[in-house]
């Protein structure tokens, strides 16, 4: 583990005083918010008082960033890119910390010490840090299950060896993985696999599988599907059926998991519940003031009724929690967020 990587991981027990005050309005421009957290540099008097200050200074200020950035990434991703952030983010600081105020300095035995109270510019920050985080989460990080039917011989099985292996390679991708109702796509379609032959495989057996897939969006719609079939052999009909299955998957599931990324970033559509609609002129009142928001590409209204309506929002880039920030900023309808999910936000009308 490299020296970077335990700096960061570190960071916790480094920060003796600091803590998260809470988003702000930031003083230099109101329509964006800061965070303002407060830690503690050090470094060791070498060349003198004032360098030292100085050093301390920049390893407070680094600090107080990298506590920002531990709030917003999680501890895998923390792990995972521990370089790549410290090197294109946290020794960056002019970049992020809008200004910062020394609370107290001094001197600790061979080393000098000093503490701030940093303003981290929020939305820089999480949009950097977005750049670094894999697809699927850029895109929203949706909930990915699966319901794939498996047939042998025609026969229905209990078998989930289509799902099983999906699942891993999705994982393997980046996507939350899930099982249930809460689920944001759903890959469906079927897994059939029938005996092929036994001739000549020393006492082997030869099935052959064939796949159909789709990945449904809830609430409809297919963002994407494939086709494809494979063979498998063992030592038995069920384990060459099962070879065969997971053969298929491994030839179709990268091709469908790269069709449905490519889906999401060409197809971004948010569903918008919206409550406290007045009338007919108040909804298109506000879907007009949509269209005046450069990342909408465009706005579709699905339904209407009493004073709630349902709107489809197609984004040029970005996902529900990007188009959350803008909804709250559009200066003649601030929508109030009630909920937001990867692919669905919920708001109410003023």
């Not at 918008?272 to 003031?289: A, E, I, P, Q, T």
């Amino acid at each position: 583990m490299n020296a970077k990587l335990l700096r960061l991981l570190a960071l916790p027990a480094a920060l003796l005083v600091c803590g998260c005050g809470g988003a702000r309005k930031s003083a230099l421009n109101p329509a964006y918010e800061v965070e303002k957290v407060e830690a503690e540099g050090s470094a060791p008097v070498v060349d003198g008082a004032d360098a030292a200050r100085k050093a301390a200074l920049g390893d407070a200020l680094r600090n107080a960033l990298a506590l920002v950035v531990g709030v917003y990434v999680s501890q895998e991703s923390m792990v995972s890119q521990a370089v790549l952030i410290d090197e294109t983010i946290t020794s960056q600081t002019e970049g992020y910390i809008e200004k910062y105020e020394t609370l107290k300095e001094w001197r600790d035995g061979d080393f000098f010490k000093v503490r701030v109270l940093a303003h981290v510019r929020k939305e820089d920050l999480t949009l950097k840090l977005r750049d670094l985080e894999p697809e699927p989460v850029k895109l929203g990080n949706p909930v990915i299950c699966f319901a794939v039917a498996e047939t042998v011989d025609g026969a229905r099985t209990e078998a989930s060896a289509a799902a099983t292996e999906l699942k891993s390679v999705f994982a393997g991708a980046g996507f939350l993985t899930g099982e249930g109702e809460n689920c944001d796509i759903t890959i469906k379609g079927s897994a059939d696999s029938a005996f092929n032959t036994r001739e000549g495989l020393g006492g082997f057996v030869s099935y052959r599988a064939t796949l159909s897939l789709s990945a449904d969006k809830a609430g409809g719609g297919a963002l994407a599907a494939v086709q494809d079939a494979a063979g498998g052999i063992d030592l038995n009909d069920s384990a060459a059926a099962r070879a065969a299955v997971i053969n298929a998957v491994k030839k179709a599931g990268p091709d469908l998991k790269d069709r449905l990324l490519k889906a999401l970033k060409e197809k971004s559509v948010v569903r918008l519940s919206l409550s406290g609609v007045k009338d007919m002129n108040h909804l298109s009142d506000y879907m007009k003031s949509l269209k005046n928001i450069p990342a909408i590409r465009g706005s579709w209204l699905r339904n209407y009724s009493g004073s709630s309506a349902h709107i489809d929002v197609g984004l040029r880039k970005g996902g529900a929690q990007e188009l959350s920030a803008l909804l709250q900023k559009n200066q003649k309808f601030p929508l109030k967020i009630v909920r937001s999910g990867a692919y669905d936000i919920e708001g109410a009308l003023p």
